[in-house]
């Protein structure tokens, strides 16, 4: 099931039937949300307050989700070259298909908006149909009512789609390292949570830990959601990532080819067999290295790394004219599709190819 944020009924009918949602873990049911008169003046009506705070969580997890949605890890490509052209790491998206009565919602809510002079006090109440109930509140000036709004919604998704919201708040601020929200959110999570539910947060915990330095610890996370949920290949395969980024490519072939027997989506599958592949090109076997792109290509024909990976172990082999064309159509594909949704430049894809090449023909030189 598809759906970002389903929305029904018409905006004509809210006042009267409020706003359901679904997403692929939550369906949401804001029955009302009373304003004052102050803000119905402002063109802030009940309707339009409902319809305003899920445009916000649909823009939320519409930004948190993607194609490939992850990020690389920060690095130094010239000093990890095993890591090469391989995304470091995914999150990606648990698809689960909401398995309840026909019309049970998981979340009732409602609202109230009180004006004190210029302030406004936004309360939400929740009562969910498989947990405790819970309210949420907020206060802000009426002049920035809007910006009042996306805070509720924010803090709404948190509760409702923790995960959505979390991803939301990797990608957000993995350039500023500032992850004290996302890690409130995966400790509540990971302590409430369902083993199967359980080790998305776990994985998002150890790319925090990554991020900041503490690569051991990532490493006892994702072993742990391994031995909570045997069948998790995320774990494996960025446990392989992990251990490539170090150039110890032996322990990241044991992990990859794990994870590839385990359950996965195609694109996920491609990157592991490239990254699998290009580890065994630094450990002398570009022969073998090369099938396992071949399997990548398999699971995934328009898969860029894949392309960009064969092109840079049959460059090691001499075959530069053939790699050149392979990298040719890697950076077509790369920008077509861009990098977690987002779109590559020119002079930022020969930059980043130009890193990932150099770094497996240096690897495999220091044999």
Not at 199 to 205: D, E, Q
Not at 328 to 333: D, F, G
């Amino acid at each position: 099931m598809e759906l970002s944020l389903v929305v029904a009924p018409v905006v004509a009918l809210l006042t009267v039937l409020g706003m359901f949602t679904v997403t692929d873990r939550q369906s949401t049911y804001v029955a009302e949300i009373k304003v004052p008169q102050a803000l119905e003046y402002r063109g802030h009506s009940s309707s339009v307050v409902i319809v305003r705070m899920f445009d916000r969580m649909s823009s939320i997890r519409r930004d948190g989700f993607s194609r490939h949605t992850g990020e690389t890890l920060a690095s130094d490509y010239a000093q990890t070259p095993a890591l090469a052209l391989a995304r470091a790491f995914q999150v990606i998206e648990p698809v689960r298909a909401i398995q309840k009565t026909v019309g049970l919602i998981d979340n009732y809510v409602e609202g109230n908006i009180i004006l004190q002079e210029n302030q406004l006090n936004f309360m939400l109440q929740s009562w969910p149909w498989d947990g405790e109930p819970f309210q949420l509140e907020e206060n802000g000036d009426i002049d920035a009512v809007d910006k009042l709004i996306e805070v509720m919604a924010e803090r709404l998704m948190a509760r409702v789609d923790p995960y959505s919201m979390a991803i939301y708040l990797y990608r957000r601020n993995i350039d500023s390292w500032n992850f004290s929200e996302l890690n409130e959110i995966i400790e509540r999570e990971i302590e409430n949570q369902e083993p199967d539910e359980r080790v998305w947060f776990r994985n998002l915990r150890a790319l925090v830990l990554v991020n900041t330095g503490h690569d051991q610890a990532a490493i006892e996370e994702w072993e742990t959601a391994i031995s909570e949920v045997p069948e998790f290949s995320l774990a494996y395969f960025n446990l392989g990532y992990l251990y490539a980024r170090r150039a110890r490519c032996t322990e990241a072939v044991r992990y990859l080819a794990q994870g590839t027997q385990q359950p996965a989506d195609p694109e996920s599958l491609s990157d592991a067999y490239s990254q699998w592949g290009l580890c065994l090109a630094a450990l002398g076997s570009a022969t073998e290295g090369l099938s396992k792109i071949e399997r990548a290509l398999e699971a995934d024909p328009n898969s860029f790394e894949a392309y960009r990976a064969q092109g840079a172990i049959l460059r090691t082999k001499g075959q530069v004219d053939t790699a050149n064309v392979l990298f040719n159509k890697a950076r077509a594909l790369a920008r077509s599709v861009g990098r977690g949704g987002v779109h590559h430049d020119t002079e930022a894809l020969n930059s980043l190819f130009e890193r990932w090449d150099g770094g497996l023909e240096g690897l495999i030189a220091q044999r």
